[in-house]
């Protein structure tokens, strides 16, 4: 596709260094004319580079054609480590996997109306002295109705019953979609444009909320055919800050703590969806009693996350039972890694909810 791109242009200047040795032969009316002819040559040259830089802008918008169903793999593992204010260790290891389908319904030029339907997601925490399994899924025959925009965010969900009650951990299917699903930018980008995006996580922690703010800054890094079309390569780097407080009598308790982390997108830019989305981050924090200015006592902690969403298989709107794209088979872990994490009622509190203004 480049080297098409740049033929013309590569033709020009040839043929402009053969005008000017050509005309080197004449007189000084005819050098004059050579002049005027390289500027105007190299004028349009400069207008061409400008348009083709131009047409590199791309617009990664979450768009999958109606009648489109798409199976992801949801993966993903979380470590808690340190001492809660009561000096008891926090070790804590969850993880999760299950797939979710999305079936893309009639939709506005703004919106994606889409069905989402899981044959279930198992959840393990692990303590040092019991595990705690529960396994999330929507009712047979029931579906969640979910609404997007055109960045990937969720605007809003209904038949929340389809996922059904009773719920140890206080996780569900909507606010795995709305914490971790990755934003795509509002206007098109070219190679090493960037777009920001910003989330809260608020974590119940023993009866505290410790918020977890989240800024993401996404960087398209290239743009390459693929079979389906042009794939753009994203990078993502995550900046992560703790906070909260809570008055305790006379004393306050407080949340302190930063973290970093990265991640990649692959999204397929002529069908309107993405196949792979990774995070990984770590936070350093603590919990600090403070009376006044004093600081009373700390107690430090640290938590890391990796997730993974990854496509693996899209049936057609055109093609009922029959698969257009498929994921690589060494690369399709389905069933042999965990799922998206959430953090249970156990030591680290109950599961997380987010607040994600766009940027």
């Keep these: 596709m480049r080297k098409k791109a740049w033929f ?3 033709f020009l200047a040839v043929f402009t260094l053969s005008l000017s040795a050509a005309f080197r032969k004449e007189d000084v009316k005819v050098h004059k004319l050579d002049n005027g002819l390289k500027k105007m040559l190299v004028g349009a040259l400069a207008g061409m580079s400008g348009s083709l830089a131009a047409q590199e802008k791309v617009a990664l918008r979450f768009a999958p054609a ?3 169903r798409l199976t992801y793999t949801l993966t993903s593992v ?7 204010f009561l000096g008891k260790d926090l070790a804590l290891n969850a993880d999760s996997r299950g797939e979710i389908q999305l079936f893309a319904k009639p939709s506005t030029h703004e919106t994606v109306r889409a069905d989402l339907t899981s044959p279930g997601i198992e959840v393990n925490v692990r303590l040092f002295d019991r595990v705690l399994a529960q396994k999330l899924g929507t009712t047979e025959g029931e579906a969640l ?3 997007f925009n055109r960045t990937g965010k969720v605007e809003s969900i209904r038949n929340p019953e389809a996922v059904g009650s009773g719920n140890p951990f206080n996780i569900s299917i909507p606010q795995i979609l709305r914490d971790y699903f990755p934003a795509f930018p ?3 980008v070219g190679r090493g444009d960037t777009w920001t995006e910003s989330r809260r996580l608020t974590i119940p922690f023993q009866g505290l ?4 703010d989240l800024v993401i800054d996404y960087t398209l890094d290239d743009v390459i055919p693929a079979d389906d079309g042009r794939l753009a390569i994203v990078s993502a780097v995550y900046r992560v800050a703790v906070s909260g ?3 305790l009598g006379d004393t306050q308790g407080v949340f302190e703590g930063q973290g970093a982390g990265a991640g990649s997108l692959h999204f397929h830019i002529d069908k309107g969806w993405f196949s792979q989305y990774r995070l990984d981050f770590k936070t350093d924090a603590a919990f600090v009693m403070k009376k006044g200015a004093d600081r009373l006592v700390e107690f430090p902690f640290s938590f890391s996350a990796f997730a993974e969403i990854a496509l693996i298989n899209v049936q057609p709107p055109d093609r009922r039972g029959a698969d257009s794209w498929q994921r690589p088979a060494e690369v399709r872990r389905s069933g042999s890694q965990p799922h998206f994490w959430e953090i249970s009622e156990t030591s680290l509190g109950s599961c997380c909810s987010a607040d994600s203004p766009a940027k």
Excluded: W
Aim: a negative charge; proline letters at 8%; glycine letters at 8%.
């Design 8 to 10: 013309p242009i590569l």
């Design 66 to 68: 109606e009648g489109t």
């Design 78 to 84: 979380v470590n808690v480590d340190g001492k809660n």
């Design 145 to 147: 109705e979910v609404v």
């Design 186 to 188: 509002v206007q098109p």
């Design 209 to 212: 909320d410790l918020q977890v």
């Design 245 to 247: 407080a809570k008055d």
